[in-house]
C-alpha cells in the first residue's frame, strides 16, 4: 500500500537517527511550553492595558496618568463587604479625574458618585462576578455564577441595599418603595428590611364590613369586574374575575355586610338641594379638589389623589349614606383622613345634590343580579378568602390572612432556575419582576396576583427596590445600613387633640414628624405666628402665596372651637430657640425700619421671591409679606432670616448668613408691615 | 437509496441547525410609498436616567416634496451602542408618522439618534435628533434644579409650578441656554452660585446658595446645567471627585 510506505519513509526521516529525533522532540516540547505564557501574554485584561497605555500616551497629562498606572492584575479586597474586584485590571482609569473627555469603554473614568471605588469596590453596585477576568464572565452569567450585571436603569436598587431612608439622589428607588406601600403589594407579600423593619402599607383600603349601606350590590359588581372602568385612578387593582365569580363575591359582601344606624341617618333632603350652581360653589368652597380628583371635559383629572376620584360618585354611593358621610365621615369610618366640615343640612343637601349629579349614564351599572342562593353567598366567601380580600379590606367575620403571597424579602438574589419564563422574554432576574408586574397571570393558569395598571416608568422603579431587597443587603456589616426614620405617632392630647383629629390636620399638615406634605409643617406654628393672626385665619382662611392653589378649608368652626385649637397651638408647637419674651430686644426705631429696608430691596434682593409693596414688587416664590407684621411674630422672623433651614428643614429660602445687625434691621422693617390702617378699617 | 439519505440529511441538519438560531429577527416591512422629507413632530431633546426609557416616545413624520404626509413609507431609527427601539423601523400611518419608544444607553452624555428613510430615487433622508442620558450627579443635580433654582430659571409654568421668571427685572438664564452659559467656567458658576450674582458682577436678584447647598451639591447643579445645555457643552460632566 502506498499510503503506509509513504508514512514509513517519513517516519525514517524524522526519527532514522538518535540526533534528529533529539531535535524533533525537543521542538515539540518548547512549543508546548511557550503555550503557558503565550496565553498570559494574550489575555483580554493585557489587551486593555495596551489600549489604555497606548490612549494616555499622547495625552498633556501622560506623565501623571503613567504614574498612576499600575500593570498587572489589579484588585479590590473588601473582606468585610466580602468583596473581591478585579475590574480594575481592565477598567485602568476609573479613578483618573482628568479623563473626562473619555467615552469609550473600559477606558473611561468613573462618573462622579458620593463613594469611593476603594471603600465599596464595583459588585456592590453592579453586580456580576467581581473575581473575573474576562469580560464574558465579569458582566454576563455563565454556568457557574448567575449573576450578571445590573443593567444601568435599575442601578438605584444598589443604593437601596445600605441606604432605608430617602435619599435625594435616588428619586426612582423612593418612588418603587412608595409605591409598593401605596398600591397595598406588602399587604400580600410580607417585605423584611436589613434595619429591622417591615413595610407597611399606606394605601389604607376602605372596610366592607358595612358595605351595603354605602353601595349596591350592581356596583360592587361592576366594580369587581374592572376597577378602572369607574374610576382611572383606583388603587384597587383587576382580579380578572368571571362573571359568576363577580356576581357571587358580590352576593356575599352584601349578605355579610351589617347596617350602622350611625351611617345613614336620616337628614331630610332640602328644597335646594336641586341648585347645581350653588353645590358647584360649595364643592369649591370647601376645597374637595384638594384631595378628591374630577376628569373634567377634556378627560384630564383635576384634584388631589388624598382621597378617591368622584368622577362617577353619582353611579356609586347611595344618597342617604353620602348625607350622613357628609354631615360626619368619622359616624361611618372612625380613622378616615376626610376632615368633618361643620356643614348644615342645606349644605349637605347642595353638596349630595352635585355629587349625585356626577353620574355617568354609559357606565355600566344597569346589570341585573337575581337575588342570590345560599350556594352563591357560600361560594363568594370562599372565592374572597381565596383571593385574599381580607389582606386590604377589613371584613367582619374574615381574618387577614398571614403570609398569603410569596415573601419578597430577599427577591433581589432569586436564583434564575427558580422561575418561570415566558417565551420571548430575556433570562434574568430584572426582566422577570418587571414583567410579572406587568402581566402577571401570563405566568400560568390559576394564578392569583391581579392586574395592576402602573406606567413603564412605575414598574421600572418597583422592579428598582424589589432588587434592592437581596441577600448581599442582609450580609452587610451593621454599621453600613442606615435605618429610615422611625414613623412618629405623634398624637396631640386633650380636647385640641380630639379636635385635630376630627379635622384631619394630619391628613395635610405634618407636625413632629407625623403628617402628610400637602400643606406647611405645624410644628413650630405656635412660635411663628400671631395668636390673633391664628384666629382669623381658622375663621376665615386665605392664601398667603400668589402662586398657590389656596387648600385651607373653612370649616366652619365655632368660636370656643377656634379658641381650643389657637390656646394649643400657641402653647404647645414651640420652638425652643425662639424666645418669645425677647421681643424688646430687636426695637423697632424708625432708622432700624429706614435701615431694614435698604437692606430688603438692596443688599438682599428679598423683592425678586417675596412682595412687600403691592406698586412695585413681583416676587411670586415667598409668601407675600404686606401684612407680615400682624402675622409673624418678631422672634421667628429674626431666627428665620438667619436661617431658614434650621427652622424648616428643606426650605428653598437660602440661608444668607446674615449678621445679627442685619437681621435685627430686616425684622424692624418687616415687622412695621402691618398694612394701612385706613384699608383695614373699610374691609370691616 | 444513497440520494434519499442525502435529503433526509439535509432535512435533519436544518432541523437540527434551526434550533440553534438565534433571536428570529422581524423582517422588516415593505414599504409602500416613498417621502422625500423626515420632520422631527415630538420627542426629540428629552431627558432620562441611565439606561431607561425616555418619557415619551419619539414620533417622526415622513413628507413628500409638497410638504404633505405620505403614509406607508419604510422609517428606521439607528443609534450608538446600548440605545434600543422599540420597534426599529416601521411603516408611517395614515397620518405619515411612525412613533418609537427608546431607551438610551448605559453611559451618562448625549445620544444621537438617527432617523432614515429612503426617497423615490433610493438615496438615504435623514433626521437627526439628540437625547440626553442622566447619571447619578445629573440625577442629583435636577432634583435641586427642580427645588430651588427652577421657579426663576424656568420661564415655562404649569399649573402646580407658576413661574417667576416674569416677574424679574433682569431675566435669569434658562439653564438649556448653551450660547450664554458654556462661556462660563465651572469656577465662574461655583462662584456665582456659591456667593450669588454680585460675585460677577451680575443681577442681586440672584441670592448666595453657599450656606445653603454644600459643595457637592452645587457640583452636581453645574453637571446637570451642563448637561442640558443647547448647544452641547463641549466636554461632558464634571471633573470627579478624588477620594
Redesign the interface.
Same mark, same amino acid.
Given at each position: 500500500m502506498p499510503l503506509t510506505d509513504k508514512f514509513a519513509s517519513q517516519w525514517r526521516r524524522l526519527f532514522g537517527d538518535s540526533v534528529h529525533a533529539f531535535g524533533v522532540v525537543g521542538i515539540v516540547f518548547l512549543v508546548s511550553l511557550a503555550i503557558a505564557p503565550a496565553k498570559n501574554y494574550f489575555t483580554e485584561w493585557r489587551h486593555y492595558q495596551k489600549q489604555y497605555l497606548k490612549m494616555i500616551r499622547g495625552r498633556g497629562d501622560a506623565v501623571t496618568l503613567q504614574r498612576h498606572f499600575q500593570g498587572g492584575i489589579q484588585q479590590i479586597w473588601l473582606p468585610d463587604l466580602g468583596v473581591v474586584d478585579r475590574c480594575t485590571s481592565c477598567h485602568a482609569g476609573l479613578?483618573? !479625574?482628568?479623563l =473626562? +473627555?473619555v *467615552?469609550t &469603554?473600559p477606558l473611561?473614568?468613573?462618573? !462622579?458618585? @458620593?463613594h469611593?471605588? +476603594?471603600?465599596f469596590g464595583c459588585v456592590m453596585c453592579h453586580r456580576g462576578q467581581g473575581a473575573a477576568t474576562t469580560l464574558e464572565e465579569a458582566h454576563r452569567s455563565t454556568l457557574a455564577w448567575e449573576q450578571p450585571m445590573l443593567?444601568?436603569? %435599575?442601578?438605584e436598587s444598589s443604593c437601596g441595599q445600605c441606604h432605608h431612608q430617602q435619599l &435625594?439622589?435616588t @428619586?426612582?428607588l423612593n418612588l418603587g418603595r412608595k409605591l409598593l406601600a401605596r398600591y397595598g403589594c406588602v399587604n400580600c407579600h410580607s417585605v423584611k428590611q436589613p434595619d429591622g423593619t417591615v413595610m407597611k402599607a399606606t394605601d389604607d383600603a376602605p372596610s366592607l364590613s358595612h358595605v351595603a349601606d354605602k353601595t349596591t350590590r350592581e356596583w360592587i359588581y361592576t366594580w369587581l369586574r374592572d376597577p378602572r372602568a369607574y374610576a382611572a385612578t383606583a388603587t384597587m387593582p383587576d382580579f380578572k374575575l368571571k362573571d359568576e365569580d363577580a356576581r357571587d363575591i358580590s352576593a356575599f359582601l352584601i349578605s355579610n355586610s351589617s347596617r350602622l344606624p350611625s351611617a345613614t341617618e336620616t337628614v331630610p333632603p332640602q328644597k335646594a338641594a336641586a341648585d347645581a350652581a350653588a353645590g358647584a360653589s360649595l364643592y369649591g368652597e370647601s376645597f374637595c379638589a384638594s384631595c378628591h380628583a374630577v376628569e373634567n371635559a377634556a378627560g384630564n383629572l383635576v384634584g388631589g389623589d388624598v382621597g378617591p376620584e368622584l368622577t362617577r360618585v353619582g353611579n356609586k354611593l347611595r344618597p342617604e349614606w353620602l348625607r350622613a358621610w357628609l354631615r360626619n365621615p368619622r359616624s361611618y369610618d372612625p380613622g378616615t383622613q376626610m376632615p368633618h366640615y361643620r356643614f348644615n343640612d342645606l349644605q349637605v343637601s347642595l353638596l349630595t345634590g352635585f355629587l349625585q349629579a356626577k353620574f355617568d349614564p354609559d357606565f355600566p351599572s344597569n346589570v341585573h343580579l337575581e337575588s342570590p342562593t345560599p350556594e352563591q353567598i357560600a361560594n363568594g366567601r370562599r372565592l374572597v378568602m381565596d383571593y385574599g380580600c381580607a389582606s386590604c379590606h377589613r371584613i367582619s367575620g374574615i381574618k387577614k390572612p398571614e403570609n398569603f403571597a410569596p415573601e419578597l424579602t430577599r427577591i433581589g438574589s432569586k436564583p434564575i432556575n427558580q422561575l418561570v419564563f415566558l417565551p420571548g422574554m430575556e433570562h434574568t432576574l430584572p426582566e422577570y419582576i418587571t414583567n410579572k408586574i406587568r402581566q402577571p397571570r401570563a405566568f400560568g393558569q390559576g394564578l392569583k396576583m391581579p392586574q395592576y395598571g402602573f406606567t413603564? =416608568?412605575q414598574i +421600572?422603579a418597583i422592579a428598582t427596590a424589589l432588587l434592592a431587597q437581596n441577600e448581599r443587603a442582609f450580609t452587610l456589616p451593621p454599621y453600613l445600613i442606615l435605618a429610615a426614620a422611625p414613623a412618629s405617632n405623634y398624637t396631640p392630647a386633650g380636647n385640641a387633640g380630639k379636635l385635630m383629629k376630627d379635622l384631619a390636620c394630619f391628613s395635610c399638615h405634618t407636625i413632629n414628624g407625623r403628617g402628610g406634605d400637602m400643606a406647611p409643617d405645624l410644628s413650630w406654628e405656635g412660635s411663628s405666628v400671631q395668636r390673633k393672626w391664628l384666629q382669623e385665619f381658622l375663621k376665615n382662611p386665605n392664601t398667603l402665596r400668589p !402662586?398657590l392653589i389656596r387648600r385651607m378649608p373653612k370649616f366652619n368652626l365655632t368660636d370656643s372651637e377656634i379658641n381650643e385649637l389657637t390656646d394649643y397651638m400657641m402653647t404647645v408647637y414651640q420652638n425652643p430657640v425662639i424666645d418669645l419674651d425677647s421681643v424688646p430686644v430687636f426695637g423697632n426705631s424708625l432708622v432700624q425700619v429706614e435701615q431694614g429696608k435698604q437692606l430688603f430691596y $438692596?443688599? %438682599? !434682593?428679598c &423683592? *425678586?421671591?417675596h412682595i412687600v409693596d403691592v406698586k412695585t414688587d413681583? $416676587? %411670586?416664590?415667598g409668601p407675600t409679606l404686606t401684612l407680615v407684621g400682624s402675622r409673624m411674630t418678631a422672634p421667628w422672623i429674626y431666627q428665620w432670616v438667619k436661617?431658614p &433651614?434650621a427652622l424648616r428643614p $428643606?426650605s428653598?429660602e437660602?440661608?444668607?448668613?446674615m449678621s445679627d445687625e442685619d437681621a435685627r434691621a430686616l425684622t424692624a422693617f418687616l415687622m412695621n408691615q402691618k398694612g394701612s390702617p385706613a384699608k383695614e378699617a373699610r374691609k370691616k | 437509496m444513497k440520494r434519499r439519505l442525502a435529503t433526509l440529511g439535509v432535512v435533519l441538519f436544518l432541523v437540527l441547525t434551526s434550533g440553534c438560531a438565534r433571536k428570529v429577527s422581524s423582517a422588516k416591512p415593505r414599504a409602500t410609498a416613498n417621502g422625500s422629507a423626515l420632520v422631527e413632530s415630538s420627542g426629540g431633546k428629552q431627558f432620562a436616567p441611565v439606561g431607561s426609557p425616555l418619557p415619551q416616545p419619539i414620533v417622526v413624520q415622513v413628507n413628500d416634496e409638497q410638504g404633505t404626509a405620505v403614509p406607508g413609507a419604510l422609517v428606521e431609527f439607528r443609534g450608538p451602542s446600548g440605545v434600543t427601539f422599540d420597534p426599529e423601523s416601521a411603516l408611517s400611518d395614515s397620518s405619515g408618522q411612525v412613533t418609537t419608544n427608546v431607551a438610551l444607553g448605559e453611559m451618562a452624555g448625549r445620544y444621537r439618534i438617527t432617523v432614515s428613510t429612503t426617497d423615490k430615487l433610493g438615496k438615504a433622508v435623514e433626521l437627526k435628533l439628540e437625547e440626553v442620558a442622566l447619571g447619578y450627579q445629573q440625577i442629583l443635580g435636577r432634583q435641586l434644579n427642580d427645588h430651588y433654582c427652577s421657579r426663576c430659571h424656568d420661564p415655562e409654568s404649569t399649573p402646580e409650578r407658576v413661574s417667576n421668571f416674569d416677574n424679574l427685572e433682569t431675566k435669569p438664564h434658562p439653564f438649556a441656554e448653551g450660547d450664554t452659559l458654556n462661556k462660563m467656567s465651572d469656577a465662574d458658576l461655583t462662584a456665582i452660585i456659591t456667593h450669588g450674582g454680585p460675585a460677577l458682577n451680575k443681577s442681586p436678584l440672584m441670592p448666595p446658595y453657599g450656606y445653603t447647598l454644600s459643595k457637592t451639591e452645587i457640583q452636581a447643579l453645574i453637571s446637570y446645567i451642563r448637561a442640558v445645555a443647547d448647544p452641547p457643552y463641549p466636554t461632558p460632566g464634571i471633573v470627579y471627585a478624588k477620594n
Open positions: 479613578k483618573e !479625574a482628568s =473626562v +473627555d *467615552s &469603554q473611561r473614568k468613573h462618573p !462622579a458618585i @458620593p469611593s471605588l +476603594d471603600q443593567p444601568a436603569r %435599575y442601578i &435625594q439622589g @428619586p426612582q413603564p =416608568v +421600572d !402662586a $438692596g443688599k %438682599y !434682593a &423683592q *425678586s421671591c413681583k $416676587g %411670586y416664590i436661617n &433651614q $428643606g428653598n437660602p440661608n444668607r448668613n | -
